[in-house]
């Protein structure tokens, strides 16, 4: 079974500087797609960024970057420039390419933002 | 992505009754899940919401506990019945639009149980 590994509960970053969260995974599977969720207080789920596994570039949107790592089942996202706003959960997913399979999410990193 | 709106928001409920939560989507889309996020906790899938036939249910959950609907395409229900305190969660809605792989939610309704 496909499983989702976030091992930083929490992360602190100072505004303006760069942050890493760290996202690992478990699949024998070699067709898939691998997401980072945020959900702010306001409890919305809002997908911050996708990436398909047999495209070899690594998604960027904006401030919002991943380093994916095939070989090694790994997909951190790294925010730049980090703002206020950024203060969140941090769930990172994955979801087979098979017709209609569901989405795995791991347990979620806080991520705070110091003034 | 699609618009979603879910009702309610929020609500406060008395032990033993049973709420209904309503999930709608700006477009047709061709899945659509419910989830519970307990406090603190990641999403958990309770159900797959299949247009015109029974709902396809996760292990731990039942049809008789969280009885869903979808009549179309773009509309969808789940019932938390004869809920206790343990219930008390956000329950979310999240859709697959036409054509794409990825999910997109709905605002969530916290749920409180006493």
């Known amino acids: 079974a496909q499983t989702v590994t976030q091992s930083q509960p929490e992360m602190s970053v100072q505004e303006a500087e760069t942050v890493t969260l760290s996202c690992t995974y478990d699949?024998?599977?070699?067709?898939?797609?691998l997401f980072w969720y945020k959900q702010p207080p306001s409890r919305q789920m809002i997908l911050v960024i996708r990436?398909?596994?047999?495209?070899?570039q690594n998604a960027t949107e904006n401030r919002f970057s991943v380093n994916f790592q095939k070989a090694a089942k790994s997909f951190s996202l790294k925010i730049s420039d980090s703002q206020l706003g950024d203060a969140a959960m941090y769930f990172c997913?994955?979801?087979?390419?098979?017709?209609?399979?569901?989405?795995?999410f791991g347990k979620g990193t806080r991520l705070h933002i110091l003034p | 992505s699609a618009v979603i709106s879910q009702k309610p928001s929020r609500d406060i409920c008395q032990r033993g009754t049973s709420l209904t939560i309503q999930c709608q989507v700006d477009?047709?889309?061709?899945?659509m899940f419910w989830y519970r996020q307990q406090p603190g906790q990641s999403l958990t899938l309770i159900a797959t919401?299949?247009?015109?036939?029974?709902?396809?249910?996760e292990s731990g959950f039942v049809i008789d506990k969280f009885p869903i609907s979808r009549p179309n395409l773009t509309f969808s229900t789940l019932t938390v019945s004869n809920m206790s305190p343990e219930d008390s969660s956000i329950y979310l809605c999240?859709?697959?639009?036409?054509?794409?792989?990825?999910?997109?939610f709905g605002p969530g309704t916290r749920l409180t149980v006493l």
């Open positions: 999240s859709v697959d639009r036409v054509g794409t792989d990825t999910q997109y």
């Open positions: 699949t024998s599977e070699s067709d898939y797609y």
């Open positions: 990436q398909e596994a047999y495209k070899q």
């Open positions: 997913a994955y979801r087979s390419a098979r017709r209609d399979d569901k989405i795995i």
């Open positions: 477009s047709q889309v061709t899945m």
């Open positions: 919401a299949n247009q015109g036939s029974e709902a396809t249910y």
